[in-house]
T-cell receptor
Framework: DAKTTQPNSMESNEEEPVHLPCNHSTISGTDYIHWYRQLPSQGPEYVIHGLTSNVNNRMASLAIAEDRKSSTLILHRATLRDAAVYYCILRRSGGSNYKLTFGKGTLLTVNP | DTEVTQTPKHLVMGMTNKKSLKCEQHMGHRAMYWYKQKAKKPPELMFVYSYEKLSINESVPSRFSPECPNSSLLNLHLHALQPEDSALYLC???????????FGPGTRLLVL
């Protein structure tokens, strides 16, 4: 499986935008970029995913580099509830590919 | 209903006990997963069921025995566990073929 690299931790202030980077230099053409987050004492929660184009949903935006070797998860206005571990995961497309391999993730702290 | 429920929330067991963890979803998902998460580590895949059949076993010791009695239920039977098996056990489900995984809140297990 292709590997991702994320900073161990990041800090943000409430109501400011947050840009969480992820490097995946060995990504293959069929790998989707998924982001999950895990709030304290909860199970992981899906955030967003994409293949080549930038993606937006109600939770976040995903910006994917043109060469796909990196991506950035953007939280437009951080709230205290966004404090969590954010995982960037590559998942190969294909009907029988069930594996979601979590890396170490980025611990996001949001200051009031 | 986009919820995966897990019972119990907490479990303490001795090394000679037999116990079971239960997971339930009513989203019509036909793939279900067990993950193990040690403190301050990412979740690690243990088992995957697809259409009620065991599809993936990530070389998990036989003291963990999964069961999928129907498309909505997933059990994890525990027997003769070791203290190092203490962890958060997460259940997840997804459509089949898989895309987004939905996680439950987990069962926090302590083996004495």
């Amino acid at each position: 499986d292709a590997k991702t690299t994320q900073p161990n931790s990041m800090e943000s202030n409430e109501e400011e935008p947050v840009h969480l980077p992820c490097n995946h230099s060995t990504i293959s053409g069929t790998d989707y970029i998924h982001w999950y987050r895990q709030l304290p004492s909860q199970g992981p929660e899906y955030v967003i995913h994409g293949l080549t184009s930038n993606v937006n949903n109600r939770m976040a935006s995903l910006a994917i580099a043109e060469d796909r070797k990196s991506s950035t998860l953007i939280l437009h206005r951080a709230t205290l509830r966004d404090a969590a571990v954010y995982y960037c995961i590559l998942r190969r497309s294909g009907g029988s590919n069930y594996k979601l391999t979590f890396g170490k993730g980025t611990l996001l702290t949001v200051n009031p | 209903d986009t919820e995966v429920t897990q019972t119990p929330k907490h479990l303490v067991m001795g090394m000679t006990n037999k116990k079971s963890l239960k997971c339930e979803q009513h989203m019509g998902h036909r793939a279900m997963y067990w993950y193990k998460q040690k403190a301050k580590k990412p979740p690690e895949l243990m088992f995957v069921y697809s259409y009620e059949k065991l599809s993936i076993n990530e070389s998990v010791p036989s003291r963990f025995s999964p069961e999928c009695p129907n498309s909505s239920l997933l059990n994890l039977h525990l027997h003769a566990l070791q203290p190092e098996d203490s962890a958060l056990y997460l259940c997840a489900s997804s459509q089949n073929p898989p895309e987004t995984q939905y996680f439950g809140p987990g069962t926090r297990l302590l083996v004495l």
